[in-house]
């Protein structure tokens, strides 16, 4: 089945979405795929149809539906002017962890509503904003997530921040896997550090890695693109979500 574009309805309207359903027989597993912060667009379809193609139910949710219909926004250039980085700092920063939480909900109810979606828990994945997302959904969903990954994801272990996923990492479920870059000042090893010391004393299935490339890897439309890493990228979410998803 070819990808289309569906509508969820959440409790503060309807949040349009990419969901894509492998060819042949099912039912699947599925996993709902955080943007990062340039938001919906093709690159992030096609990332949503990649992961399908591994045999499972995607979704690719517009999580900036509050903010109205916005054009789609080119992070190679987004940031070079003072008015575009304030719209998108805008858009980052009024995605509350509330909305994150309420809308996460309503992603995994029309997920666990399709007859193609096997039973269990959904998995859920995300790149740099994304990342984040994908923890934090994983930290206040329970077990209705059963494998959070994270690639190049920022502020996974704020100390000062409450709603820094690492706080709940007690209410974690799933099994969590982290890929963080180099120098990357939103995910420092500081935080890779206490995220580890969190997980394990929780006693969260966890593995946490450092790629060899910039925050951004695995977006092929971001400017710090590496194609090795993302090469990696892909074949780490295979393994890892045919090891917890099945």
Known sequence: MAQRTVDIETADGICPAALSIPEGEGPWPAVVMFQDAGGMRDTMRQMGERLSHLGYVVLVPDFYYRTGPYDPIDLRTAFSTKASA??????????TVDFVVRDANAFVDYLDSLPEKEEGGVGTTGYCMGGRLSLVTAANLGARIAAAASFHGGNLAKADDPDSPHHKARDIKAAVYVAGAIEDQSFPDEQKDLLEKSLREAGVVHTIETYQG???FAVPDNPSYDEAADDRHWKATEQF??????
């Open 214 to 216: 910039r925050h951004g």
């Open 241 to 246: 979500f045919g090891s917890a998803l099945g």
């Open 86 to 95: 304030e719209r998108i700092m805008g858009m980052m920063q009024g995605y």
